[in-house]
C-alpha cells in the first residue's frame, strides 16, 4: 500500500482541504471514519474496487476499512475531508438506527442527483465553522448532531436512489473483489485464510491473488491483514 490514514483517539473530527495530486493514483486504506465533499474539478474514484464519479458539489461517508483510490482527476480537483475517530463513532453507532446503518454501507458520491445533497451539505458547511470554533462550549454535543443529520440526510438519499446508483456491473472481476472486500469485513477475525475467501467467490485462491494484486498491487493476504489491524485498533480505543 502506498498510503494510510492513521487513527488518531484524541480528537472528535478534523477538517482539512486535498488536492487532487496529493492523492492520485494512491491506494488508502481508511482507519477514520471520513466524510468526502469535492469543491470543485472533478476525479473517478475507486471504493474497494468500484468506480465512482465524484463532482463538485457532491458528498458521501467514507467507511473505515475501505480501500479508496483517486484514479483519475482533473489539474484543479480539490475535495474536503472531516475525519471523525473511531472513539467519536463507537459513541454514535449505537444511536444510529439500524435500517439505516445499513443503508450507509452503499454511501457513494453518485448515489443520489447533486440537487438532492444541497441539505448534506448545509451539515458540512456547520461542522466546517464549528471546526474553526473549538472552544465552544457544546462542541461536542454539536458534533455528534450534526454528524447524525449528514448521516440520516445521507441514508434517506441512498434508500430512494440505490437501486438507480451508478455502478459498473458489466465488470465481472470488480464484483468479484468488491464482494471479496465484503467477506474481509465479515470474517476477518475469525478466517484469515484466503481459501476461505475464494471458495465464497467460487474462485481458484490463485485467480483470488492475481485479481487483487492487479487491481490494488496487494494480495488478499495483506488486505485481510489490513482489516484485522483495524479491528485491534478499534479494541485499544
Not at 476525479?43 to 483517486?70: E, Q, R, Y
Not at 441539505?119 to 474553526?132: A, E, I, V
Not at 446508483?165 to 469485513?185: A, H, P, W
Request: glycine share 2%.
Amino acid at each position: 500500500m502506498d498510503y494510510t490514514i492513521e487513527s488518531q483517539p484524541d480528537y472528535d473530527f478534523a477538517y482539512q482541504i486535498i488536492s487532487g495530486n496529493e492523492l492520485l493514483g494512491k491506494n488508502i486504506f481508511t482507519a477514520d471514519i471520513t466524510f468526502l465533499r469535492c469543491m470543485q474539478g472533478s476525479a473517478d474514484i475507486s471504493l474497494n474496487a468500484l468506480t465512482h464519479a465524484f463532482k463538485p458539489g457532491s458528498s458521501f461517508m467514507l467507511l473505515d476499512g475501505v480501500f479508496f483510490k483517486v484514479a483519475a482527476c482533473t489539474d484543479n480537483f480539490q475535495m474536503e475531508r472531516y475525519s471523525f475517530s473511531i472513539r467519536f463513532f463507537n459513541e454514535i453507532y449505537p444511536i444510529i438506527d439500524n435500517v439505516a446503518y445499513d443503508l450507509l454501507q452503499h454511501s457513494a458520491p453518485d448515489i443520489a442527483p447533486l440537487e438532492a445533497m444541497q441539505s448534506m451539505s448545509l451539515s458540512l458547511d456547520k461542522l466546517r465553522l464549528l471546526w474553526q470554533e473549538p472552544a465552544q462550549r457544546y462542541h461536542h454535543k454539536l458534533s455528534v448532531n450534526l454528524v447524525l443529520c449528514f448521516l440520516y440526510e445521507q441514508a434517506e438519499l441512498i434508500n430512494k436512489f440505490v437501486e438507480s446508483k451508478v455502478v459498473n456491473t458489466s465488470n465481472y472481476t470488480n464484483v468479484l473483489i468488491d464482494k471479496f472486500f465484503s467477506l474481509c469485513q465479515a470474517h476477518h477475525r475469525q478466517h484469515r485464510q484466503i481459501e476461505f475467501y475464494a471458495n465464497h467467490l467460487n474462485i481458484s485462491p490463485r485467480y483470488l491473488q492475481k485479481i487483487i494484486k492487479e487491481s490494488m498491487n496487494s494480495t488478499p493476504k495483506q488486505i485481510v491483514d489490513y482489516y484485522v489491524a483495524g479491528s485491534a485498533k478499534r479494541l485499544l480505543l
